[in-house]
């Protein structure tokens, strides 16, 4: 695997749309090439070339590429989005869209991301270190697939709308989550390792949603069911089952309606 | 003055019965000519195929629900809103495209005219603005009349006069070109969450049922002799089983003969037959119809149709046919949008997957390609995939080459997951015909424009006609192999003229034309009794004013007028 | 003599009256009255006429004052501005037709600008939800004709919309509604009694912040499951009592506000309550409708729907694509973050209605005001430049909150010299025109 490391020399007034910052855009690409890749600020059309130094190369594929971006990326739009294969780490906080769509590959964010990263994810393990913004995992507007493979941890806190209409993959938040979680869900899994504000699960079709903090305020629609005993994402507990939401429409699979789960650790 | 001379093509035109011959057309001003002076401009149309531009016989692409369709579903131009150098706008949507792209798109595929399917009256000033922003192709709209309160009242007592005179109100008021029928009664009946399925199935409270509508408007058409015929989405739509429904409403139209100024012929134009051809219960057992409803047809000279051919995309479903859209909305799930609209119709929207891999979808693919391939007069059957419902307009390239290339059609058919079943479902797998440029000349062109009653200046290439012209890179005698040859081809004019101007040039978009909106005035005797209805109707039931109602002629700066008058009828 | 114009729409709301009659002087330069129209939509007409009203473009002088400048110069000034920003905003749009929104949307495309309307501060979280789950609903005379049952969730029309309850809602006879407001039951769900709840038959009282919650319940109820004792404060017999009373009646619909649009979860207050709408649609006829404020809101929606497929927060600034995201591209986030080089505000007054914060980071770029009277933004901007008021001094098309197109009238004429906005805005697109011809961007 080869790797590309990008610092930034400026940053830009506005932002910069960085859809041109992933291992399938840099693959089979030599430093210069690269930064001679478009870069995009309102109307203004710049290269990449005018906001990194640029030093390495990519591998022949994306698979073979390694990229490392260093500097501030804060005003850095769209970084890693799409990518499908390759590794990317990126030793800052990053603006909107980082991860998303993505389908492949291993994505790590050293600092905190802002909303809609990871939108739509297919496949692929994206790693924050800090905090997350809103609509993390969530779909695009309108869409009715979000999140539908691959692993997404948050190790700070995630904001709102977390993993809107997801229909697969998994999404760990190690802190605290706001409001409207898993909302629209129709299948996948949701583990939030702190507490979680209000609304967890509104409408949910089907997936699992697994809360270890408090929940402020439970949906009218969930019904306990019982008690297991679990291990979630390497912790043994015993949780409440809840199944919901019962205001929603549920499958049925060999004439058994299939609901929704909400674990809360007890 | 502008005149050319398009050199050596092989020209296609069922109106002059040329089939292929090497020929010379001649253009002058907007029209084609007998000849030329020195002066003209030469375009080498020598290896191309030459017709005269497309008609697009029934598409929703203009008015509130195509919008709602759009703007409700970001995610159908994301990543795709593009712009392409030069003097086009930008242009987004895959399956409902802004009307920038819609008319571009048809332009480039050699299309000149498109009739937006149903037109809400209330609503028709959107219609008409959305109309007038769709750039190069001409186009109309056919108000919807199946179940507005007037025609029901009227029809309830068999008052033809009275319908034929109401509905001359409101083309006059919409500016509207025609009598289209969405599901009769059955929209009226959805006001109250109802439907109508069968055609002897009364609408509530109104007291009369969609064979009784169906075969009034019909004689209401006639008897104002407009340009086209009552254009006609029967009940039942979609669900396996309806080939009887569609039988049942067709044979209302035996014996009825067409009254008109325009040559046009049939009385009843069945739109997006393949929804309507189903046999079988259930899906599970469901059939293919196609061929009961294509002998049936056949037969009857008095009846013109168009196919509505599945594309297999993901495309966004929409009618004036509200019930429809309920039920397809708890097929799927996929997000829902019903308008009802006061004393007069309503719509709705839902998107959807066909696909490929599901027996049904892939059944209804085979069920629209069996039409057109079982119908014996090309001159009545017209392909549509009706735009968006079967899929994007943008198809047709790939509906043609399906057509055209029984290779290319049974290497779909073959590949599906389910193709046994899909084989025994239908019968494509034993239809060995291929459309001929020729046939596809009067299916796209000449046909709709008979139809339309437009057969005396579109539709064709004989001097006198406007010149309205599509060039395609097909060398008839080197036909192209393979189906993507064929999609490519007729995706990409090499030139299209409209109105004698050259707007498209290998697919790039050149000029914007001069496009008309098309409109029916018909004058019919002074009638009090209607004109007392409507003052009374708008006084109480609607939520407009009278006055507030018609749509201005300044919608349509460029409006070509047909006149018909009935004041003797 | 002066005369009477009849059949006029009124400018205000999304109400769209269509009704009023306006009494015009003779020499067609003054309103002596209006009749039909409520009490706002009187005083826009009025507005016309009040003295020591602007009538050409005004720039800010260093010292803060304004001075009066030709039409030219600040058609001129404006083109600049937009061609030399990377990233305009071009915001408003509600009062003014769609015919010159359409103009709006070609300059934009060329400077690369992003068109948002009011939604964005108003109904735009119902658009959101609309995008995820559609919306069943209908024209206001179905609710006119056929209503039995009516609910006001969030929304106060006996101040917003004045007229809304007694020319479509509450009281009026229809066809199957002959007898009128007894024919109904209204029902009201807010977090206060409103004037509206007093016209109501019933008043539910929910808890601020708990909708979602209720609307939860109301859905799981219809399903026949069980629920919690209380659901943001009202008892589950309460909605267990309402829920069969709607499965139950012939047609109904309800009708929203920024009660939901503006409370915690704004979209997905609404989506529950458009899925609480669809649900019922399984037992009989029920629909659903936006309470549209501004206008001509819905038009510019409709208009920027046609041309690029999004409702609101269009962005067109990469100048080859149109791209839409609430919460990137909306206008309060663009100021907020401070990613706009300049503003261009017409026909809505953002000033009086977008977050201090937002306002302060607007303040601080080049800004050109298009508004036919002084208001809060005019005088943070660099220009103002007044034009004819829309539905008043001149036509052009407007949608009714029910997307219903009319043609609004003109009823006198507008001060001598003045421009429309299409005018005004098709003079900008020429210069902006000349400008790029040069090789200004």
Known sequence: MKTVTLTVKNVPELYLECENVNPDAFAGKTADQIAKLGGYQGKEISTLGDYFTIAGEAGATAADTKIIVNGDCTKMKYLGAKMSAGEMVINSTTDMYTGSWMTGGKLLVKGNVHSFCGLAMKGGEFTIEGDAGNYLGAAYRGDWRGMSGGVLRVKGNAGSDVATFMTGGEMIVEGD????????????????????????????????????????????????????????????????????????RHPKRKGETVYGKLFLKQ | MSEYIIKNGHVFDPVQGIKGDKKDIFVKDNKIVDKVGSGAKVIDASGKTVMAGALEVHAHVAGPKVNAGRWYRPEDKHFDSHKTAGITRIEGGKSIPTVFKTGYEYARMGFTFAMEAAMPPLYARHVHEEIHDTPIIDEAALPVFG???????????????????????????????????????????????????????????????????????????????????????????????????????????????????????????????????????????FESGAKEVMDYVNRQKNLTIDTGNVTLDETTTMTADGPFEHHLNSLN????????????????????????????????????????????????????????????????????????????????????????KVISATTLANIDREITLYELAAMTRAGPAKCLGLSKDYGGLKPGMNADIAIYNINPDKFPSTGPEIEKAFAQVAYLFKDGKICVEEGKIVDMGKKHTFWVDAKVKENKQVMHDVREKFLRYYSVNENNYSVPESYAPHQHIISVDATQA | MPKEVTDVICPFCGTLCDDLIVTVSDDNKTILGVKNACAIGAEKFNHQRLPGRVKRPRMRQADGTYKEITYDEAIDWTANMLVKSRKTLMYGWASTSCQAMSVGHDIAEKVGGIVDNCATVCHGSSLIAIEDVGVPSCTLGEVKNRADRVIFWGCNPAHAHPRHMSRYSIFPRGFFTVKGHKGRKIYTVDCRYTDTA??????????????????????????GEVLPDTVGGVPKEK???????????????????????????????????????????????????????????????????????????????????????????????????????????????????????????????????????????????????????????????????????????????????????????????????????????
């Open chain 1, 177 to 248: 989550v706001d409001i409207h979680i898993g909302t629209h869900m129709e299948g996948g899994k949701i583990i939030v390792k702190g507490n979680a504000n209000r609304r967890v699960g509104g409408q949910l079709v089907k997936g699992e949603i697994y809360v270890f903090g408090n929940i402020n305020v439970m949906m009218p629609g969930f019904k306990p069911t019982g008690e297991v005993d679990l291990q979630v994402d390497g912790t043994n507990a015993k949780f409440t089952e809840y199944i919901g939401d019962l205001g929603e």
């Open chain 2, 147 to 285: 179940n507005n309160w007037f025609i029901l009242e009227y029809l309830k007592n068999q008052e033809i006069e009275n319908t034929a005179a109401y509905i001359a109100w409101v083309l006059n008021q919409t500016k509207g070109y025609g009598v289209k029928v969405v599901n009769p009664g059955g929209t009226e009946a959805w006001a109250w969450g109802l439907n109508c399925l069968s055609i002897h199935d009364p609408v509530p409270y109104f007291d009369i049922t969609p064979a009784e509508i169906i075969t009034g408007l019909m004689a209401a058409n006639e008897y104002l002799g407009l340009p086209h015929s009552m254009h006609l989405h029967q009940n039942n739509l979609g669900n396996p089983g309806n080939y009887t429904t569609t039988l049942e409403s067709l044979k209302l139209a035996e014996g009825v003969k067409a009254k008109n100024n325009f040559g046009r012929e049939q009385v009843l134009h069945s739109t997006h037959l393949q929804f309507h051809s189903y046999k079988g219960t259930n899906w599970g057992d």
């Open chain 2, 333 to 420: 799930h996929l997000k829902w949008i019903n308008v009802d609209v006061e004393l007069e119709t309503a719509a709705g929207v839902v998107p959807f997957i066909y696909d490929p891999d599901n027996a049904v979808f892939a059944s209804q693919w085979a069920v629209g390609l069996e039409l057109a391939l079982y119908a014996k007069d090309p001159m009545r059957c017209f392909i549509t995939t009706d735009h968006p419902n079967a899929g994007p307009f943008t198809r047709y390239p790939r509906v043609y080459a399906w057509l055209m290339s029984e290779k290319y059609r049974n290497e779909r058919l073959n590949t599906f997951k389910k193709a046994d």
């Open chain 3, 198 to 223: 007093k016209c109501s038959d019933e008043f539910i009282q929910v808890q601020q912040g708990y909708d979602y919650e209720l609307l939860n319940a109301f859905r799981t109820a219809a399903r």
């Open chain 3, 239 to 441: 909605i267990y009592e309402i829920v069969e009373d709607l499965k139950t009646c012939r047609f109904g619909i309800i009708f929203f506000g920024m009660g939901l649009t503006h409370t915690m979860g704004r979209n997905h207050n609404i989506d529950i309550a458009i899925n609480l709408t669809r649900d019922m649609n399984d037992y009989t006829k029920f629909a659903i409708m936006a309470m549209r404020g501004h206008w001509n809101v819905t038009g510019s929606g409709q208009v920027l729907g046609w041309q690029y497929g999004f409702p609101y927060a269009v962005d067109l600034s990469r100048r080859d694509q149109a791209r839409h995201q609430t919460g990137e591209t909306t206008s309060v986030d663009l100021l907020n973050r401070s990613e706009v080089e300049a503003c261009f505000y017409i026909a809505t007054d953002p000033g009086a209605h977008f977050p201090i914060d937002a306002m302060k980071s607007s303040a601080k770029k080049p800004t050109v005001t298009v508004d036919p009277h002084i208001n809060c933004t005019t005088e943070i901007s660099d220009i103002h430049i007044p034009v004819a008021m829309v539905g008043v001094e001149v036509g052009g098309c407007a949608y009714r909150m029910d997307n219903v197109p009319i043609e609004t009238r003109k009823v006198v004429d507008p001060p001598e010299g003045m421009l429309t906005d299409e005018e005004l805005l098709t003079k900008i697109n020429h210069r902006v025109d000349e400008l790029l011809a040069k090789g200004g961007a």
